[in-house]
C-alpha cells in the first residue's frame, strides 16, 4: 500500500483512525519517517488518552498537534523547510532509487541460483 502512495507521488497521507493503544502514535511517526511524507491524523477526542490529532513532518517529528479535545490543526507542508532537507531531498530520493533498483530481485528473478 505505501509503495503505491510513492508511485502516486503523495506528499500527505491523512489518517483517520480510532487507535486502540499509545503504539498507533509511534508507528504513525515511522510511516512519516520512513516514506518521508507528511502524515496528518485525524483522530476522535475520546483517544485523547492515547494520542491526540496533529500533523507529523516528514522525518517524524510533529509539526502541529492539538492538546486534547475537539480542536483544530493547521500546519503547512514546507519542502524548502530547512530542517525537513534530509528526509525530502535526500532520503526520499534515495529510497526510490534504491526500490527501483532492487525490483528485479524481488521474486529471486536476478539471482543465479534461480535460473537453474
Known amino acids: 500500500m505505501f509503495s503505491e502512495y510513492e508511485r502516486l507521488g503523495v506528499d500527505c497521507l491523512l489518517l483517520s483512525a480510532y487507535p486502540v493503544d499509545s ?25 485523547a488518552h492515547l494520542v491526540n490529532s496533529g500533523l507529523i513532518g516528514p522525518d517524524g517529528g510533529y509539526l502541529v498537534q492539538v492538546s486534547g479535545g475537539a ?5 503547512e507542508l514546507d519542502r524548502e523547510a530547512p530542517g525537513l532537507n534530509v528526509a525530502l531531498n535526500l532520503a526520499r530520493p534515495w529510497r526510490v532509487c534504491g526500490y527501483t533498483q532492487l525490483q528485479p530481485y524481488e521474486f529471486g528473478v536476478a539471482e543465479p541460483i534461480s535460473r537453474s
Open 23 to 47: 503504539i498507533f502514535e509511534t508507528k504513525a511517526q515511522a510511516y512519516a519517517s520512513i516514506n518521508a511524507y507528511w502524515v496528518a491524523m485525524s483522530l476522535p477526542s475520546q483517544t
Open 71 to 75: 480542536e483544530l490543526v493547521v500546519g
